[in-house]
């Protein structure tokens, strides 16, 4: 498969090819310039591509997978990279080449790599629920995204049947867990098919959705790789360009084209970094970008800089990795393959591979669990969880509370550049942890229970919910809400939102933000549809903004 090409821009029009003054430069000038090739910025650059507009996407990291120009390939196959397995999502820990792949410079694990997260997570394609847009402002509510949702399905519609021969492999997980939960009213649904069947109900696959194709192939568009952006050039409320550092540490400036437009897309924990050093945000992180010794920033003055809530919303979803003993004398003596065995595949599953069948295609959890809970005052909140085996005779249950949970933390800036909690987000509220326990308290029941085919891990059939809180928890990597999408303008007394409802940060006249930071509240499953469902809407909103100028 071929790299992808790296097209020279050339100017689309004479008048785009002039300078400021008036003199002829060599410098192509953009409508569009987006910062960030992850999951949301190849969504709005692809379609701002595809009006004709010139657009260029800029990615700090290098190529992922082989058609990208991927170099990271395996030892048994050199035209396929750790990025092109849907099975080694989870893994990539445990595989050295993938070692440089994270961010050096977020306080949680994040892809710095063409196609940002997506080329590093779990691959579950989990469509969002009607209600997981409640917290939008008006023009973003369920109905209002339908289409764009729509559209995003046509090109990405995941699929509940990864293995191009119609099997399903290595289902332990799956076979543990019905049992356990089906005496209990629980059921299975496609997700696919019935997003908002959330409540006592499980899914059996979540595989890989690929990214839409980039836009490669059009003259008016172009990726540059290994160019981190710094910050965005501003005058008071226009933006004119960006300055980027190529891979060598050396800076310059690219220029917008008259009425051109800039978009943030570097994800939830680096676009208020991209924020804070354009001189937006509240002014105690901007002063640690203006007095660091290091990182050299040119911030506009301070009379410019625009006071926004940038960083304090940051949510996620907590995330409990409960491991239970599988005590049915049949269903324990079931397999699964180890980490060890995914690495070093057997001739069979590297032919299957090559057929787009085996266990390598699919991603790794085998079961997700959804279910509603409504606390004591009447407050609802949701669990999801991700379950596979790691470990024979034994099952792993990932946890997480997601849409409802109201703890909220707050980002900030070190003076090497590194965003930080100032707050963590995780289970700050006595509502988040009433949630989980009832969640806990359930499953000791079920375990409890004469049907029971599993025990906890640590304590057995005598397990608290205190021997579950023992296990502590960890962040599930959805973050969202940093840059939140509002109408209540967060430069006013109460205001919390940082961008309008056509994503344009307030108080500028064309800076965007298209990314999972603009989410107001965390989402019922994980974060990556809604991040690009999201990016289809806000490239229609963006787009018809530009229209209604002319
Ligand atoms: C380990 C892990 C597992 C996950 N599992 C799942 C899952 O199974 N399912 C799911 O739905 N979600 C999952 N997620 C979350 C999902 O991947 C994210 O919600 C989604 O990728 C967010 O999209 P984004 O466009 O906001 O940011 P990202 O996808 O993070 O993209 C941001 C991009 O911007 C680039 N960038 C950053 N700073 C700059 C800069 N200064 N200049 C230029 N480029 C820059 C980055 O390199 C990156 O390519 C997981 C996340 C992680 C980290
Ligand atoms: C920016 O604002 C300052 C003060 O508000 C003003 O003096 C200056 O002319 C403005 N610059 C531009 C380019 O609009
Ligand atoms: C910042 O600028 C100073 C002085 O120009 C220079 O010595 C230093 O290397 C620069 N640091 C970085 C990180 O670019
Ligand atoms: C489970 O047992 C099988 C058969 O002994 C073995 O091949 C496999 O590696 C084991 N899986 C794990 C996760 O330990
Ligand atoms: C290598 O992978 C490619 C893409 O999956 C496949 O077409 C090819 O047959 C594989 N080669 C071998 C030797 O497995
Ligand atoms: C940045 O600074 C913080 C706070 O001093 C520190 O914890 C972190 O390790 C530093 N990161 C890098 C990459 O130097
Ligand atoms: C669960 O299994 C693990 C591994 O086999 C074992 O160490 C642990 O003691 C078991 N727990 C209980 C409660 O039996």
């Known amino acids: 498969m071929p790299r992808i090409p790296v097209l020279l821009y050339s100017c689309l029009s004479a008048l785009q090819c002039l300078a400021v003054n008036g003199q002829a430069s060599s410098e192509p000038l953009y ?29 700090r990291g290098g190529p992922s997978t082989f058609a990208t120009g991927g170099t990271s390939t395996v030892a048994w196959n050199d035209t396929v990279t750790i990025y092109d397995i849907p099975a080694y999502g989870h893994q990539l820990n445990f595989i050295p080449e993938a070692n440089g ?28 629920a009607t209600w997981d847009f409640e917290d939008f402002p008006e023009g973003w509510k369920w109905d209002d995204v339908a289409p764009a949702a729509a559209r995003l399905y046509e090109r990405n519609p995941g699929t509940s049947l990864p293995s191009a021969d119609g099997k399903y492999y290595d289902q ?23 997003p908002y069947a959330k409540d006592k109900t499980w899914s059996s696959f ?105 960083g304090k919303n940051i949510l996620d979803h907590p995330l409990f990795r409960l491991v239970w003993n599988v005590t049915d004398p049949d269903l324990s003596k079931l397999t699964s393959l180890s980490t060890a065995q995914f690495l070093n595949p057997t001739a069979e599953q590297i032919e299957q591979f090559a057929k787009g069948s085996g266990p390598l295609v699919q991603g790794s959890i085998r079961l997700n669990l959804w279910q509603k809970i409504t606390n004591q005052d009447g407050s609802v909140r949701y669990i999801e969880s991700m379950n596979f085996v790691r470990a024979n005779g034994t099952l792993l249950m990932g946890a997480t509370l997601t849409h409802g949970a109201d703890s909220r933390g707050e980002l900030g800036i070190h003076p090497n550049g590194t965003t930080y909690f100032v707050k963590q987000p995780l289970l700050q509220t006595a509502g988040d942890r009433e949630a989980v326990e009832t969640f806990f308290r359930q499953m000791l029941d079920y375990v409890r229970g004469p049907e029971s085919v599993l025990e906890y891990s640590r304590g057995g059939r005598d397990a608290t919910v205190e021997d579950l809180w023992a296990g502590g928890w960890d962040s599930a990597r959805h973050f969202v809400g ?34 999972a930071s603009v989410i107001p509240s965390l989402p019922t499953g994980n974060s990556m549809a809604i991040t690009m469902v999201v990016a289809e809407r806000a490239a229609e909103r963006i787009l018809a903004m530009g229209k209604a100028k002319r």
Request: glycine residues 10%; charged residues 20%; aromatic residues 6%.
């Open 31 to 59: 409508d569009y310039i987006v910062a960030g090739a992850g999951a949301a910025g190849i969504v709005v650059a692809q379609r701002f591509a595809e009006t004709g507009a010139s657009v260029l996407l800029l990615e």
């Open 101 to 128: 792949v994270w961010c050096s410079d977020t306080p949680g694990l994040a892809g710095c790599i063409l196609g940002g997260g997506s080329v590093v997570n779990g691959l579950q394609w989990v469509k969002p």
């Open 172 to 194: 332990a997980a799956y076979q543990i867990l019905t049992k356990q939960l089906a005496p209990y009213g629980w059921m299975e649904v496609d997700s696919l098919v019935e």
């Open 206 to 310: 979540w595989p890989s959705a690929d990214l839409p194709p980039l836009a490669e192939t059009k003259k008016n568009f172009k990726l540059q790789l290994d160019t981190k952006v710094i910050r965005a050039v501003r005058e008071n409320a226009t933006i004119t360009g960006v300055e980027v550092e190529d891979a060598s540490g050396s800076r310059h400036i690219i220029r917008l084209a008259q009425g051109g437009k800039v978009i943030l897309s570097a994800g939830a924990m680096s676009t208020p970094r991209l924020l804070f050093n354009s001189g937006i945000g509240p002014a105690k992180q901007i002063r640690i970008v203006q007095q660091s010794e290091t990182t050299n920033v040119t911030l506009p003055d301070e009379s410019q800089w625009i006071n926004l809530p940038v």
């Open 482 to 515: 940093s840059v939140r999408l509002g109408d209540d303008d967060g430069r006013e007394v109460g205001g919390a939102a940082v961008v309008d409802a056509d994503t344009r940060v307030y108080g500028t006249e064309n800076l965007f933000v298209v990314d």
